[in-house]
């Protein structure tokens, strides 16, 4: 099977798209981890699959899998930012602004006059109870815990407030808040670090994938936190080791605004 691609990037979370409006997609679990994989395929974190609306008043559904697992995930704020650029490069619409239905949601996506984009992320959804909770770390006994806000933007975050996001342990402490008992299912995990009211840096280690150079849903979930806690204005830029995000929340809908980019297109033989 040959197969063309798109890959792409936004603020360096980078993604392989393929078009599934002409004729039905059905990859298995391998061939989506072949192209995920660096080494022996394209090289993502995760693939976006196009394919015809099936939902009255949307234009596309657009479907995301993860690059390492092939697993189906819910939501990706720097893949959906693609999503519009890539539409509207291959001919797919002309309109600036569109709907897209994901797996749990409906998304409106704008393209800006400078080549940004901007999605409306949707209003977020806290766990209930106290505003911050206490994870314990590590072996029983170690006396280690973070305190992080639970919080989801169509996929879970747990976000914690570092004083510094070079030296804070992402990649000890990842990991074990990504597995953590209290998570049957996952969870992305945030290392936030406020510089002002307007402006943060971000780490985020990402379920199933590591630590990524971007994480739309990841900087949305952070400055919803940071807000929610009196830390931050309603508007925040974010600085991701890929790039900087812009994102608002004035207390409903959550919207990010940010680069989108190609870097190549090919065919590859699955």
């Known amino acids: 099977m040959r197969l063309k691609f798109t890959k792409m990037q936004g603020a360096g979370n980078d993604f392989v798209v393929l078009d599934g409006t002409r004729a039905p997609l059905n990859?298995?679990?391998a061939q989506l981890q072949h192209l995920g994989d660096r080494r022996f395929g394209v090289?993502?974190?995760?693939?976006?699959l196009v394919e015809p609306a099936d939902a009255p008043g949307v234009d596309f559904r657009y479907r995301i899998f993860n690059g390492a697992s092939g697993a189906e995930v819910e939501h990706c704020g720097n893949g959906a930012r693609c999503f519009v650029r890539y539409?509207?490069?291959?001919?797919?619409?002309?309109?600036?602004?569109?709907?897209?239905?994901?797996?749990?949601?409906?998304?409106?996506?704008?393209?800006?006059?400078?080549?940004?984009?901007?999605?409306?992320?949707?209003?977020?959804?806290?766990?209930?109870?106290?505003m911050f909770e206490?994870?314990?770390?590590?072996?029983?006994?170690?006396?280690?815990?973070v305190q992080v806000m639970l919080l989801s933007m169509g996929n879970p975050h747990a976000v914690q407030r570092v004083d510094d996001v070079d030296t804070a342990p992402v990649l000890q402490d990842g990991p074990l808040i990504e597995r953590h008992a209290r998570f049957p299912q996952g969870v992305n995990a945030g290392f936030l670090q406020v510089l002002s009211r307007h402006a943060v840096r971000l780490r985020v280690f990402?379920?199933?994938?590591?630590?990524?150079?971007?994480?739309?849903?990841?900087?949305?979930?952070?400055?919803?936190?940071?807000?929610?806690?009196?830390?931050?204005?309603?508007r925040v830029d974010v600085a991701l080791r890929?790039?900087?995000?812009s994102?608002?929340?004035?207390?409903?809908?959550?919207?990010?605004t940010g680069p989108a980019e190609t870097v190549f297109e090919g065919e590859i033989e699955l």
């Open 206 to 234: 990402e379920r199933d994938a590591g630590e990524t150079l971007a994480c739309g849903t990841g900087a949305c979930a952070a400055v919803v936190a940071g807000i929610r806690a009196g830390w931050l204005d309603a």
């Open 242 to 245: 890929g790039g900087q995000l």
């Open 87 to 130: 539409v509207r490069g291959h001919g797919l619409t002309d309109a600036r602004q569109v709907r897209v239905q994901t797996v749990n949601r409906v998304l409106d996506l704008t393209e800006q006059a400078d080549g940004r984009v901007t999605v409306d992320m949707g209003v977020p959804e806290f766990e209930p109870g106290p």
């Open 43 to 48: 090289g993502a974190d995760q693939i976006l």
């Open 134 to 145: 206490t994870l314990a770390l590590g072996a029983a006994g170690d006396g280690r815990s």
């Open 247 to 256: 994102i608002e929340w004035h207390g409903d809908h959550v919207f990010m």
């Open 27 to 29: 990859l298995s679990t």
